[in-house]
């Protein structure tokens, strides 16, 4: 889908290039306004390039939401130390159980667990995948992730790439403080203290800017009279 995506924008941009470059010419021509036709064309073409692009990105939309509903049962854990023998659902299952103290949930619960992404640094560990068999145990989990504060471990959701763009994005936008995610939708809270549930770029740029934080100015610290001036 990316590269149609991107054949589609190198086609659309060789289309505005060719049509900017026709005019340009025309405008040094004996007969410098557009022929009529021409006018019909570009507008039937650009009507058609934006009706592709509404489909392509519905489409994709469309796409991304089934891929996000595949990964329900899914969380990402960081910060658990890695061993080259280890049994990661045994590890999984033990951090359920010491950092979140949900002792009802065994590995026999996982349905799927392995590490992810290559081990660039020994000292950093790669995070582990966690597919659960059920969705409520998954729920569980991930809402009693706040009890893992101060332990070096966390619980992400497993985000398709388009919905991690932009939840970094609204991160580096808004602020981590303002922005989370919770079954695949991204959450914001706006400069107008409204929540606003993102799962694209457009929706979040339709979102405007954050409000500015107002510099404070400097107190005005009142001059001593010196006894001098207060003797007159």
Known sequence: MESLRGTFAEMSARFHDR??????????????????????????????????????DSFTDELDSVEMRSRRKILLIHGVPENTSEDTASVVANVIHQKLSLPTITALDIRRCHRVGGRAHKSKPRPILVKMKD???????WYSKTKLKGSGITVSEFLTKIRHQVFVAARDKF???????????????????????????SQL????????????????????????AAKK
């Open 19 to 56: 049509m900017a470059r026709f005019e340009a010419e025309q405008q040094n021509s004996a007969s410098p306004s557009l022929p009529p036709e021409y006018l019909a064309f570009k507008k039937f073409t650009l009507e058609s390039l934006r009706c592709i692009q509404q489909q392509m």
């Open 135 to 141: 969705a409520d145990i998954r729920d569980k989990v």
């Open 175 to 201: 602020g981590v403080a303002n922005c989370w995610t919770k079954r695949g939708d991204i959450y914001v809270l706006g400069s107008d203290g409204v929540r606003h549930r993102i799962v694209s770029h």
């Open 205 to 228: 740029r339709a979102l405007g800017e954050p409000a500015a934080v107002p510099e404070r100015s400097a107190a005005v610290v009142p001059k001593k009279k010196t006894r001098g």
